[in-house]
Every structure is written in structure tokens, then in C-alpha cells.
T-cell receptor, first 113, second 111 residues
Framework: GAGVSQSPRYKVAKRGQDVALRCDPISGHVSLFWYQQALGQGPEFLTYFQNEAQLDKSGLPSDRFFAERPEGSVSTLKIQRTQQEDSAVYLC???????????FGEGSRLTVL | EDQVTQSPEALRLQEGESSSLNCSYTVSGLRGLFWYRQDPGKGPEFLFTLYSAGEEKEKERLKATLTKKESFLHITAPKPEDSATYLCAVQAVQGAQKLVFGQGTRLTINP
């Protein structure tokens, strides 16, 4: 596609619910990243994929967070048993290899009540 | 630990009033320093990559410069459409693909 597409754009969950956030990267981009952005803060790294391999998950805040990219294209970030502190915008980005430039989606805003 | 600090947190300028945004960083070997622009409700949009001290890059009213400890984003004769949050990020040499971002500078240009 023309850009990185994320869905849903907005998600409201009750505390304890599971959520799944989807990212459709730019076609042909092998590298895919997830970032978490709290209100008024810069994005914080969560995890990184190269094709279907998850090469770095050092930023995932707890074992309630899980990400996958089974066919090396679309990725899903899953958060189990959501807590209020999980409220944030979750940004997905894919990378142009030659320039190292990251292209971000518009994000999924998660609000946990 | 790699760290990025941006200042000021917020800046209000009149249209045409030039200024600079600062990004101070500590990193265990710099692979690249990145500037992004973020509009409300949108994802960050790439502006520049700088790789070594002394490097400069320009785009329209923006110019980014890099030293061994900090980067500046100079804005010349800004217009209201330049209002946005400007984010600085670093990537370390040590095999990591991730970017470490600062908290951003929220820039408002009044007409």
C-alpha cells in the first residue's frame, strides 16, 4: 500500500480485556517496528521484526504484551488483561532499507477504563 | 543507556521569528540521529538523518546540524504550518535497530 496502515484507530477496553492491534506495513519493507507513545512523550520502542522473525522484544513492558508477524507482512500486537497504564498510542513503523528511514502509521489509540 | 533530551519542551514564536530547537544525546556509538515532525493525531513524519559531527541538512525552512553531543534544528522565518511537535531520535551502532526518542519540542507559530 501507499503507507503504513493501522487498525483500529481508536480502541476503548475495560480493564482486564484482551486487545489486538493490527499493522499493515508498506509493501516490500522487511523491517517492522512497534512503539508506544504516552501523552506528551516521545515514542518508546517495544519490538522489532525482520520478515517473520522477531529479533528484538526488549521493549515489551510485561509478558502481557505479545507481537507476531507470521507471514512477514501484517503484524499484530496483542495485549492481554489490559491495565490502565497500557493506555497510549501504539505506533507501527516499517523501514526503507537503503536509507534507514522509518515510515510510521497514524497509530492506534488505546484507552483502558 | 542511550538517552535523548530535547529543549525547550514548548516554544511559541511569531510568524517570521527564527529560532532553534536543541537535542542533546548520549549514545554508545552513534549510527544515526533522526529528526521527525509529528502533527496531532498523526504518526511521526521523517525529516532528516545525520550521521557524523559537522554534517548539515536542509529542507525548506528547516536546517539540521550535528555535533558530538547535540543536534540543532534551525527554523528560519517560520510559518503557521510549521506548528507541530518535533522529535529527535538516535540509533546506536551496537547492533540495535531501534530508535531512542526524546520527548519532543512542541512548536507553535502564531500568525
Amino acid at each position: 500500500g501507499a503507507g503504513v496502515s493501522q487498525s483500529p484507530r481508536y480502541k476503548v477496553a475495560k480493564r482486564g480485556q484482551d486487545v489486538a492491534l493490527r499493522c499493515d506495513p508498506i509493501s516490500g519493507h522487511v523491517s517492522l517496528f512497534w512503539y508506544q507513545q504516552a501523552l506528551g512523550q516521545g515514542p518508546e520502542f517495544l519490538t522489532y521484526f525482520q520478515n517473520e522473525a522477531q529479533l528484538d522484544k526488549s521493549g515489551l513492558p510485561s509478558d502481557r504484551f505479545f507481537a507476531e508477524r507470521p507471514e512477514g507482512s501484517v503484524s499484530t500486537l496483542k495485549i492481554q488483561r489490559t491495565q490502565q497504564e497500557d493506555s497510549a498510542v501504539y505506533l507501527c513503523a516499517s523501514k526503507r532499507v537503503l536509507t534507514g528511514e522509518l515510515f510510521f502509521g497514524e497509530g492506534s489509540r488505546l484507552t483502558v477504563l | 543507556e542511550d538517552q535523548v533530551t530535547q529543549s525547550p519542551e514548548a516554544l511559541r514564536l511569531q510568524e517570521g521569528e527564527s529560532s532553534s530547537l536543541n537535542c542533546s544525546y548520549t549514545v554508545s556509538g552513534l549510527r544515526g540521529l533522526f529528526w521527525y515532525r509529528q502533527d496531532p493525531g498523526k504518526g511521526p513524519e521523517f525529516l532528516f538523518t545525520l550521521y557524523s559531527a559537522g554534517e548539515e541538512k536542509e529542507k525548506e525552512r528547516l536546517k539540521a546540524t550535528l555535533t558530538k553531543k547535540e543536534s540543532f534544528l534551525h527554523i528560519t522565518a517560520p510559518k503557521p504550518e510549521d506548528s507541530a511537535t518535533y522529535l529527535c531520535a538516535v540509533q546506536a551502532v551496537q547492533g540495535a535497530q531501534k530508535l531512542v526518542f526524546g520527548q519532543g519540542t512542541r512548536l507553535t507559530i502564531n500568525p
